[in-house]
């Protein structure tokens, strides 16, 4: 009887001992399964909140460029007599045209990348006003005098001047006469 006595106190306290790191364990394997889905709900997270900050940029990018339009159009004139609207002449040539430093509207988008700006004189040769478009050339579609672009939020240029349609995330408005 002394034998068994002596052994339940034993008995009793390796239970205990057990059900402690048996707690212990299991706040550490909770806590170990919890990280990788903190990390998962992180990573999510930061991806819905890049899209909404795109979707926002993009959409204020839109709203500068009407803006721009809207201002380029009430300023044009028919310098040359030939009853078609002249735009403002871009700065600069090719992919490197711009916005004038005239409209007093910031030129660059909201990804903060400078807008592609292109004029086409229609009808006769512009040859009064150096202000107003003297790009001869046929645009990519019937009447278009003007075309504003933004690259977007990956802020590289898919869409150039004479493409008929909008590239990548590229953003464009397009003036007619």
Known sequence: MLSQLSFKPRLSSLRKTLNQKGFAMLGV??????????????????????????????????????????YLIGSAKDIDGNGQPDLYKEDGTGADATIPL??????????????????????????????????????????LIGKI????????????????NSNGDDIVTEIFN
Request: contains cysteine; proline residues 6%; glycine residues 8%.
């Open 102 to 143: 005239s409209v007093p509207i910031t030129p660059v988008d909201m990804f903060g990348t400078p807008y592609l700006y292109c004029t086409w004189h229609l009808g006769g040769g512009n040859q009064t006003n150096s202000m107003y478009s003297q790009n001869n050339a046929t645009p990519p579609k019937a009447g």
């Open 29 to 70: 394997l909770m806590f170990t399964m919890a990280i990788p889905a903190a990390v998962l709900v992180a990573t999510e997270l930061g991806r819905v909140v890049r899209d909404a900050e795109r979707t926002t940029k993009s959409a204020q990018t839109k709203q500068n460029i009407s803006m721009i339009r809207d």
């Open 149 to 164: 672009i933004s690259a977007g939020y990956d802020k590289t240029f898919q869409t150039g001047c004479q493409d008929v």
